[in-house]
């Protein structure tokens, strides 16, 4: 097929790129070498991404992008409680991840460091904490009492912190359909849950410490 004759979209691109990455086990030096090997325009790739490392990135933003659409099919959505709108928000999510697993291992194993690796999550950290906040902001508009209220910035860096622990123990979990992955997100949003209703944290630290010293699974 000529480069003419085949229609480049973003997810054309990004399908293409996990396999490249996948194939070749590296990522592409370049974005004409990319372009080359897929007989693709560099144009067309310009369209939609401004570099490899762009294209990294946004590749995490789909992933979330698709979790949001797929929740939103859910007609029964808007009426769960935070609470499972949590938990259907990160069932989804790594039901997208385990679509994409060899890729999603790949690029992590091989960032080269925990800032590179945090570094093309930057984009999926945003996107995770403003979905945690507007869960917190609903439901703090239903009370009326100022200390019953939940600090909307400590659950949304908290629900980020748990992001990341669930992907660490989703990388290690070898476990059939990745059951123990299941079982952790169900305990740790449900323990966590009830540590926000119960118990008042001062910072996101005594959160961070907490989650990592449980055993969920």
């Keep these: 097929m000529s480069a003419k004759a085949k229609k480049v979209t973003k997810d054309l691109i990004i399908t293409m790129f996990m396999d490249y ?15 080359k090997v897929n007989n693709i325009e560099e144009s067309d790739f310009y369209l939609y991404y401004g570099s490899i490392d762009a294209l990294k990135k946004g590749i995490w933003d789909t992933f979330f992008e698709n979790t949001i659409n797929v929740i939103h099919k859910n007609a029964e959505y808007q009426e769960f409680t935070n609470r499972d709108k949590m938990l259907t928000f990160f069932y989804t999510f790594f039901e997208v991840l385990t679509l994409n697993r060899s890729y999603v291992l790949f690029v992590m194993d091989n960032a080269g460091s925990p800032l590179k690796n945090l570094e093309q999550l930057k984009g999926l950290r945003k996107s995770v904490k403003q979905f945690a906040k507007g869960l917190i902001n609903d439901g703090n508009a239903d009370k009326n009492l100022k200390i019953t209220k939940h600090n909307p910035q ?26 123990k992955t299941d079982v952790a997100i169900e305990k740790s949003v449900n323990t966590i849950f009830d540590l926000f209703d119960n118990t008042p944290l001062e910072n996101i630290l005594d959160f961070g410490k907490f989650l990592y010293k449980e055993k969920f699974a």
């Design 21 to 35: 990455v996948l194939e070749h086990e590296k990522l592409p030096k370049t974005v004409y070498k990319f372009c």
């Design 154 to 179: 400590i659950f949304s860096e908290g629900a980020w912190l748990q992001t990341m622990f669930l992907m660490n123990f989703w990388k290690s979990d070898d476990s059939a359909s990745f059951e």
